[in-house]
């Protein structure tokens, strides 16, 4: 341990602590902008300046270490003043047109601004003339409003290894870009967000498609159906003041009914069907030697175009189920409508997603049209959603609890955990025993395949029936998986595991690219807590024991895996 003194406290720390750890340690805080906790100190910007007691000499509290008896001073007029400039530089070069910008009320750059008193610049403003890149069906690129702090380039190449955006020219001149200054649209880019989920400014951000749902709300002629996916519950709470993890489903349906969409389903519903389908063709691999092991979870869209696009001699191994998303928009449609009578053409399908890449996933082939319609119109983020009932004034934290709509409401605990990094793999788990054993689960909790280590390897006995598991999550830790997999087969050994769950986002889709902002591994475990509780508390914790889920195969689908359920359940993956 290391002994310091912070503004003449003494604070004992780990070796190794940076000085804007320690500092933390004692509540002061220090102030960044490049700085993000998911990533490694670069000290791009130069705000966390301190200096050492009776040393007119400053460092960056980011990336300086502590040391035996230093005497850090985090605090003073001139350090004040030197932090003052060099948000009055950054500002120089910005548009600051706060008032027309999507980060407006959270932006990081503006509330320095606001802290540091701001009120004129003292340098001239000159802002580069550079376009904004609308390529990407998920996320915009505003390449004039970056600050240069690098976070987004970490963490697509570091965090996520898909290396689609870069720097482009040095110092002031430096611009964010696509990899190769290619259209953001045509460049490797996974659409998974998290570049708009790290950036402190509104350089990068997702579309927003708020206004299509207006629209549709409006129209008198229109049927508005809903859906929110698993780890919207635990975040959207966030935007109104609630602690992150703080399950609040049932006002989240009364508020969409406030909104004015006549019926709410939930794709947790959706993932219940997912582990029906998605169980029974692991079964069928296993015990029929039917298609490829191990299978991989294919419910993530920006792992599926990650896969497609670095990986496409390992689509066989994908599962063929839809995702919860697109399970819900066929079911809607082709089963739904008609069981209430309405005109499926009136139908207008909107997802809450806590992902951006779920915005390109609606369209991703003529499989998401298996209704006959476009099985989902529109895709939006927790963050749009939440901006949405601001806009509306509806005051979500008092309204009164209400249900969702059935049959493809209620859900199982099973469906719930799908938000989370390993959720899949353990609703799976928990169906996949009951299908091969004929019974049920004594002890539903798969522990080992919770929590954020990257990637999580377990055994399961299903009767004597070994089934050997990964899970992985945050792009950059899925190749290792891969590579084991590849170099078995190679080697024309036996596969490393049967089944394989991967989800792009660090802590799957509870710190998904669309979630409100300032995720870090606290906040992702605080989340995935809410979502472990919300499981606990149902009645049913297995999928295949939904009642819903049965009346769904006896009214319509029959058997999961059967001719009905995979035109409109399952797809297709292209190289
Ligand atoms: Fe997810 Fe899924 S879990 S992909 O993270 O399989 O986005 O929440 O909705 O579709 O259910 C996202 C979440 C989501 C799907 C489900
Ligand atoms: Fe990279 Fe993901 Fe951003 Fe695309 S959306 S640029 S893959 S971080």
């Not at 070796?15 to 004692?26: R, V, Y």
């Not at 700085?35 to 960056?60: F, H, Q």
């Not at 967000?193 to 129209?219: F, M």
């Amino acid at each position: 341990m290391v002994n310091l003194t912070i503004n003449g406290m003494p604070v004992q720390v780990e070796e190794g602590t940076s000085i804007l750890d320690a500092a933390k340690k004692t509540n002061i805080k220090i102030p960044t902008l490049c700085y993000n906790p998911d990533l490694p100190p670069w000290a791009a910007c130069g705000i966390c300046i301190v200096r050492m007691e009776g040393s007119p000499k400053m460092v960056r509290a980011c990336t300086t270490p502590v040391a035996e008896g230093m005497k850090v001073i985090t605090h003073d007029p001139e350090i004040i003043q030197v932090r003052r400039t060099v948000v009055e530089l950054i500002l120089s070069n910005h548009p600051n047109d706060c008032l027309q910008c999507p980060r407006n009320g959270n932006c990081e750059l503006q509330t320095l601004a606001a802290e540091f008193g701001i009120r004129e610049v003292p340098f001239q403003n000159i802002v580069k003339d550079l376009k904004k890149d609308e390529s990407n069906p998920s996320i915009i690129l505003d390449p004039k409003k970056c600050v240069r702090c690098g976070r987004c380039v970490k963490v697509c190449q570091d965090m996520q290894n898909v290396w689609a955006i870069e720097f482009l020219g040095r110092g002031i001149s430096g611009r964010i870009a696509s990899a190769a200054d290619v259209p953001l649209g045509e460049s490797p880019c996974i659409k998974c967000g998290q570049c708009s989920a790290h950036c402190p400014v509104g350089a990068i951000y997702e579309r927003d498609d708020t206004r299509k749902v207006w629209a549709a709300l409006q129209n008198k002629d229109i049927h508005p159906v809903v859906q929110i996916a698993p780890a919207v519950r635990v975040a959207l709470g966030e935007e109104f003041g609630l602690e992150p993890g703080t399950i609040i489903t049932k006002k989240i349906y009364a508020a969409l009914r406030r909104l004015g969409f006549k019926t709410v389903f939930d794709t947790n519903f959706a993932a219940d069907l997912t582990i029906m389908e998605e169980g029974t063709e692991l079964v069928k691999r296993l015990t029929e030697g039917k298609g490829d092991i191990p299978l991989i979870t294919s419910c993530c869209p920006a792992w599926v175009d990650y896969l497609e696009k670095y990986y496409p001699e390992m689509i066989p191994h994908f599962s063929t189920a839809k995702s919860p998303q697109q399970m819900m928009g066929a079911m809607i449609k082709a089963y739904w409508a008609q069981k209430a009578g309405v005109d499926p053409a009136k139908v207008f399908s909107v997802s809450i997603m806590p992902c951006t890449a779920k915005k390109w996933e609606i369209d991703r082939n003529d499989d998401m049209k298996s209704s006959g319609y476009q099985d989902v119109d529109v895709s939006i983020t927790t963050r749009e959603l939440a901006r949405m009932i601001k806009q509306a004034g509806i005051d979500i934290l008092n309204l009164p609890d209400e249900e969702a709509d059935s049959p493809l409401g209620p859900y199982t605990g099973a469906g719930t955990i799908f938000g989370a990094t390993g959720g899949v793999m353990e609703a799976a788990v928990r169906t996949a025993y009951f299908l091969v054993t004929k019974k049920e689960m004594g002890d539903v909790n798969f522990i080992p395949a919770r929590g954020l280590q990257g990637v999580k390897e377990a055994e399961v006995d299903m009767n004597g029936t070994k089934i050997r598991i990964a899970v992985a999550h945050q792009m950059g830790n899925i190749a290792a998986v891969l590579e084991k997999i590849k170099e078995a087969k190679a080697a024309g050994k036996e596969t490393p595991y049967h089944f394989v769950e991967v989800m792009a986002c660090r802590g799957g889709c509870i710190a998904g690219g669309g979630q409100p902002y300032g995720c870090t591994d606290e906040v992702r475990s605080k989340r995935i807590a809410g979502i472990y509780a919300d499981d606990e508390k149902s009645t049913y914790r297995c999928s295949h024991q939904n009642p819903f889920i049965k009346q769904v195969y006896d009214e319509f689908l029959g058997e999961p895996n059967d001719h009905k359920a995979h035109e409109l359940l399952h797809t297709h993956y292209v190289a």
